[in-house]
Each structure stands twice: as C-alpha cells, then as structure tokens.
C-alpha cells in the first residue's frame, strides 16, 4: 500500500470528533487490514488501480489510496436503512465510477453524519428525504458493485438479520426494478433460489440491484485464497470468524 496509509493510521489514531456520542462510536478496524480487506471486494487484477477510502470514526471517510479505474473501496461500516446504529457492520464492496459518484456519496454521508452526532432516526430520513429531493440519485447508466470478499457482516438471509456470511456476489444497479420485473422467486430460506439473479431494494426503490451469486468453485477458491485476510479479521474481532457464520 503507498505511504500515505501511514498518514491516515495517524489521523485514525487521533481522538474522536467531539461532536460524537458514545452511541455513534465505531471501532476503528487497523489500517493496512480495513484496506486489505475494502480491496478483497475486487477481483485480484483489479485491485492496484482502484482507490481507498478509510473510516475515520471521528470524522468519516478518508482517502488513502488513489487509483486511475475509477473504481473505489470501502468498508461500509453505517447502514442507514436500518435506522439504528451498531458496532458489528462490516461491508467491503467496491463501486465502479458510476457508483462512486451517486451511491457512495450516499454511504460517505451517513459515515459523516454519524460521527457529527446525528442520531440514526434521523440520519435515515434525512437520507430517504434527499432522495425524494434529488440530492441522491441512482446511477443514469448501467455499472455494477463488487462485494466479491471472502466474508462480511450486514443483514442477509435467512431471516434479514445481522449475520457474519460468506456470499461472494456483485450488484448490477437497477433502479425501480423488482423482483416480479425480472420473474425471480427468491425465498431467503432456501439458498438454492438464491444462486439465480434476484432483486435487492435496500432501503428505496432507487437503491435496487439485481444480485448475483458467484458459483460454489468460484467461491470456494475466494475463501481458499482470503485465508490469510480470513485470520487476520478474525484477530481483529470474533464476530468476523467464519466460525460465526449465519450468527
């Protein structure tokens, strides 16, 4: 990683912003690991060339490495969605240039807004009111999110609570489109109706993606070649063991 990691391992050190509530606090992850770990969401080729941002708990997100693909990693640590804040969200994905400008901006802000001392409630219709005003907007062509990491934390399947999983998968964006539209059936607690697109809307109809699972092999060789980042998180914090999977 380029020197400029060490800058940011400082400012990371420093105490939180004094704006922030012992509520809003989230555990600074080491600084080569969170971005090691925000660029296990690309495929291996792509990772030199794309740029970093790290989360400065206190201020938000930090730009640690800059690339030339466009591309930009991060790990998603706020989900405004939930409206609750929690300490235990861990979400490596990688936005291609379309996405760095619309959805990212949309993540960076609740990093932001967090830290500042704004309370989940109203971060959540803040966010769902700058959508409705045009402040966000989904992306105005096709592109694609990649969350191809051998482990994350957020809510998922089976029942849409916060669980440690291992689903590899990109994001196609797909703004206003369901799951009726494309004639997917997904039931969260079969995983077999899962290895086929469906529909994600994550918190509005603007924020849909037509997800798709990498197959069994592809994500066997993702665990297989993540061992190293795989023990290094789970180091870090238990609930990132893949012992903790589905809990």
Request: proline share 8%; glycine share 8%; net charge negative.
């Amino acid at each position: 990683m380029p020197n400029m990691l060490s800058v940011i391992a400082l400012s990371l050190a420093a105490p939180a912003s004094v704006h922030a509530s012992a509520q809003n606090v989230i555990e600074a992850m080491p600084v080569a690991l969170e971005a090691e770990y925000a660029l296990s969401a690309l495929p291996p080729a792509m990772r030199p060339a794309a740029s970093v941002y790290l989360l400065d708990p206190g201020s938000g997100y930090q730009l640690a490495q800059q690339g030339i693909s466009g591309v930009t990693c991060i790990v998603q640590r706020t989900v405004w969605e939930l409206g609750d804040y929690r300490d235990d969200i861990y979400i490596p994905l990688c936005y291609d240039a379309a996405g760095t400008q619309t959805y990212l901006k949309v993540i960076m802000d609740a990093a932001k807004f967090r830290a500042e001392g704004m309370g989940p409630e109203d971060l959540k219709a803040q966010t769902e009111t700058r959508f409705k005003d045009g402040t966000y907007k989904a992306p105005a062509k096709p592109g694609l999110s990649y969350m191809l990491a051998p482990v994350m934390r957020t809510i998922g399947p089976p029942d849409r609570m916060v669980h440690t999983m291992s689903m590899p998968h990109v994001m196609f964006y797909a703004p206003n489109v369901t799951n009726e539209d494309i004639g997917a059936l997904p039931n969260l607690a079969d995983p077999a109706t899962l290895l086929y697109p469906l529909i994600d809307r994550q918190g509005n109809d603007e924020q849909s993606y037509i997800v798709q699972m990498t197959g069994g092999a592809e994500k066997a060789k993702i665990v297989a070649d993540g061992k190293q980042l795989l023990d290094s998180l789970c180091g870090h914090r238990d609930i990132l063991c893949l012992s903790h999977e589905g809990h």
